[in-house]
Protein backbone atom coordinates (compact mmCIF):
# COMPACT_ATOMS: atom_id res chain seq x y z
CA UNK A 1 0.00 0.00 0.00
CA UNK A 2 1.63 3.57 -1.05
CA UNK A 3 1.14 6.89 0.45
CA UNK A 4 -1.43 7.71 -2.27
CA UNK A 5 -3.53 4.91 -1.45
CA UNK A 6 -3.69 5.71 2.46
CA UNK A 7 -4.73 9.59 0.77
CA UNK A 8 -7.23 7.37 -1.35
CA UNK A 9 -8.74 5.46 1.54
CA UNK A 10 -8.98 8.65 4.19
CA UNK A 11 -10.91 10.59 0.87
CA UNK A 12 -13.00 7.80 0.53
CA UNK A 13 -13.90 7.10 4.13
CA UNK A 14 -14.63 10.90 4.49
CA UNK A 15 -17.96 10.28 2.59
CA UNK A 16 -18.77 7.73 4.93
CA UNK A 17 -20.89 8.10 8.03
CA UNK A 18 -18.86 8.97 10.89
CA UNK A 19 -18.21 6.08 13.20
CA UNK A 20 -19.11 6.37 17.30
CA UNK A 21 -15.89 7.52 18.90
CA UNK A 22 -14.53 4.75 20.89
CA UNK A 23 -16.25 4.27 24.22
CA UNK A 24 -13.35 3.55 26.64
CA UNK A 25 -9.46 4.98 26.20
CA UNK A 26 -8.32 1.24 25.84
CA UNK A 27 -10.95 1.18 22.52
CA UNK A 28 -9.17 4.18 21.31
CA UNK A 29 -5.51 2.86 22.04
CA UNK A 30 -6.39 -0.35 19.95
CA UNK A 31 -8.10 1.66 17.13
CA UNK A 32 -4.77 4.36 17.19
CA UNK A 33 -1.97 0.71 17.40
CA UNK A 34 -4.42 -0.40 14.35
CA UNK A 35 -3.85 2.67 12.22
CA UNK A 36 -0.19 2.72 12.97
CA UNK A 37 0.61 -0.46 11.74
CA UNK A 38 -1.12 0.37 8.44
CA UNK A 39 0.64 3.08 7.75
CA UNK A 40 3.78 1.13 8.97
CA UNK A 41 3.06 -1.43 6.24
CA UNK A 42 2.28 1.29 3.72
CA UNK A 43 5.56 2.92 4.38
CA UNK A 44 3.95 6.40 5.23
CA UNK A 45 6.56 7.36 7.62
CA UNK A 46 5.07 10.50 8.43
CA UNK A 47 1.67 9.26 9.35
CA UNK A 48 3.32 6.55 11.74
CA UNK A 49 4.97 9.43 13.25
CA UNK A 50 1.88 11.39 13.51
CA UNK A 51 -0.12 8.06 15.09
CA UNK A 52 2.86 7.37 17.21
CA UNK A 53 2.38 11.11 19.13
CA UNK A 54 -1.45 10.47 18.99
CA UNK A 55 -1.02 6.92 20.94
CA UNK A 56 1.41 8.54 23.79
CA UNK A 57 -1.04 10.98 24.18
CA UNK A 58 -3.43 8.79 24.56
CA UNK A 59 -1.99 6.63 27.35
CA UNK A 60 -2.32 6.61 30.64
CA UNK A 61 -0.70 8.09 33.11
CA UNK A 62 -0.11 6.41 36.53
CA UNK A 63 2.28 7.89 39.48
CA UNK A 64 3.54 7.07 41.97
CA UNK A 65 1.82 8.21 45.29
CA UNK A 66 4.27 10.98 47.10
CA UNK A 67 4.97 9.59 50.24
CA UNK A 68 4.04 11.84 53.32
CA UNK A 69 6.85 13.75 55.13
CA UNK A 70 5.58 13.51 59.10
Do not use: C, F, Y
Request: aromatic share 2%.
Amino acid sequence: MTLLSVQLSRAMSRGRATPAPPQTRADLLVTLLRKRAAAHNAGAENLESLLRDQIRWALPIVREPVPAND
